[in-house]
């Protein structure tokens, strides 16, 4: 039997935030009724959009192929009910860059009628470690802790490094959020079903499943499962309480003791962090063919009136999910998609559920800061950079925009926490700054990417036309060799037809 280990291993920096989760972890998640419209965006991942494959007027069902992809980092779109495709125009959406995305809006018909899957893989392990990659590939499945990176390609990607260690990500560490504690506590067998397959797909025999010391009934919930399946190769965690332990190279250092390098990944170390959220989505749709048409999302904040932890379909207009929950209180000032440290601020609640939405938190207005003061070079925000980064130095390269030493001082490594904010007493927006400049490093590199590229061509078509100027002089030196054998008049017949062929020809 597999014995759970509670080690709480140690994290440089990091900050004890208040938790503000007890709210909406009193009653089990609720299973929201499927809206009468669902707004599905062709993007909620990391990489290429898919392209639509329904036309206006189409009907769809539960779990059908809308939107497809063949690129090497994309992610399918499925239908969440039954319904006819009534719009594929921009919506307002919850993005990175930019507010609005193309999306397939459908209108529900309530009957939400399933697609017939008949390919049913209830035993994956009869599945080549390949074809159970194919078959993630075709769910929809992305990392649902926020990062949104497509999981079949992870994996693959994974695939290519020497992977010795699954990591389960069950650190929720931001105030108010408690999706993933409640799946862990009600969705355990899911989770722990997911991570036999991935240990199967990745053909490893070693998962950590990490959660935070504050979550006993998750932990508890998760030692019963282990305790029935007996299987030793999965290990369960604790790891400490503290903002932001459940960052990936964060994670890994805990459970693993190794360390991610600078501008590395965690396979790098023989490591592959997944969210539990993604790893029962992975479950279901390998095991029950369902893709990723709904998840779990905490709604809360003093802004709403009964906040709770809700299953709704992807596609779901948030402002419904805050009905779910009561609807607004007196107090809602302000609409914040993820935690508050992290969070996208938002201006309607128009804006569709997608498969990144780990929370929906309304709370009265955060009051102003004040203006930001100068560096009295307190060195507090570097005692509490979880990555060892020194952001008062930041700051100042950041004004300067000194890209080469922002470069050394490992700006591209900040996970963008928020912890240095917290704790400045200038009330300096480091975070903010950082990521501002990270930007501007990021269209440089893509600038000389550009540079680079259009160099390589202008020197392509150099060579061509200097192998085309050889190619006509050693036609035209064997044709005067051949004239001269039959003759002059055969030679001004040769020259009288040589015309220039183009621009390029002289
Ligand atoms: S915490 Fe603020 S004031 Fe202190 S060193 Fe950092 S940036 Fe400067
Ligand atoms: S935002 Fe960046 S620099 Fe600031 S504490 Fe977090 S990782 Fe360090």
């Known amino acids: 039997m ?11 920096g990091g900050l004890r935030l208040p938790a503000r989760k007890s709210v909406s972890t009193r009653q089990p998640i609720v299973a929201m009724p499927v809206p009468a419209q669902l707004v599905l965006p062709i993007t909620q991942h990391v990489g290429d959009p898919a392209e639509p494959i329904v036309g206006i007027g189409e009907r769809v069902l ?23 495709v009534i719009a594929i125009e921009p919506w307002p959406v919850v993005r990175r860059f930019g507010e609005n995305a193309p999306c397939i809006v459908v209108e529900c018909d309530g009957r939400d009628e399933s697609v017939q899957r008949a390919d049913t893989a209830a035993d994956f392990t009869t599945l080549a470690a390949e074809d159970l990659l194919g ?19 992870k994996l693959m990607q994974a695939r290519t490094c020497e992977i010795d260690h699954l990591i389960l990500n069950g650190v929720e560490c931001e105030s108010y959020i408690s999706c993933d504690d409640l799946l862990m506590r009600e969705h355990a067998e899911e989770i722990i079903s997911g991570a036999q397959i991935l240990m199967h797909a990745l053909q490893i025999d070693r998962c950590f499943i990490a959660v ?16 029935k399946i007996n299987d030793d190769r999965i290990i369960l ?32 170390v023989g490591c592959l962090v997944q969210n539990v959220g993604t790893t029962a989505a992975i479950h279901d749709w390998v095991i029950n063919n369902e893709p990723l048409i709904s998840r779990v999302t905490t709604v809360t904040g003093d802004g709403v009136a009964s906040p709770v932890n809700v299953r709704a379909r992807i596609g779901t207009p948030i402002g419904e999910i805050i009905e779910m929950a009561g609807g607004y209180t007196d107090r809602a000032e302000q609409l914040i998609i ?12 128009r804006v569709p559920l997608v498969k990144s939405t780990n929370c929906v938190l309304v709370s009265s207005k955060t009051p102003s800061p004040g203006p930001a ?79 680079a590229r259009a160099r390589q ?48 020809d002289e």
């Open 212 to 227: 935070e010391s504050d979550k006993p009934e998750a932990v508890g919930k998760l030692a019963e499962v282990l305790g």
């Open 338 to 349: 993820g935690g508050p440290m992290t969070g996208k601020s938002i201006t309607t609640d």
């Open 135 to 153: 078959k993630i590939l075709h769910g929809g499945i992305v990392g649902l802790g926020g990062a949104v990176f497509p999981t079949a390609q």
């Open 237 to 268: 965690k604790k790891v400490p309480t503290i903002y932001p332990s459940g960052g990936e190279d964060q994670l890994v250092q805990l459970v693993t003791n190794r360390e991610v390098p600078s501008a590395g990944l965690p396979s790098d």
């Open 373 to 451: 003061l100068p560096c009295i070079r307190c060195g507090d925000c570097a005692s509490v950079c979880p990555v060892q980064l020194l952001p008062q130095q930041l700051f100042w390269y950041a004004c300067a925009d000194d890209e080469a030493k922002l470069r050394d001082f490992g700006l591209i490594d900040c996970i963008e926490c928020g912890c240095c904010d917290l704790v400045c007493p200038s009330r300096i927006p480091l975070t903010a700054d950082f990521r501002v400049a990270k930007g501007r490093i990021r269209e440089l590199a893509d600038e000389k990417a550009r540079a």
């Open 62 to 84: 539960k779990g059908q192929l809308i939107a497809d992809t063949n690129s090497a980092l994309g992610a399918p779109v499925h239908a969440s009910s039954s319904g006819k």
């Open 457 to 504: 061509r202008f020197e392509a078509r150099n060579d061509r036309l200097e192998r085309e100027q050889a190619r006509r002089e050693s036609e035209l030196a064997q044709q005067k060799a051949a004239a001269k054998k039959a003759g002059p008049t055969a030679i001004a017949e040769i020259l009288k037809r040589r015309k220039p062929k183009n621009e390029d």
């Open 2 to 12: 597999s014995a759970p280990t509670y080690d709480l291993g140690t994290l440089h």
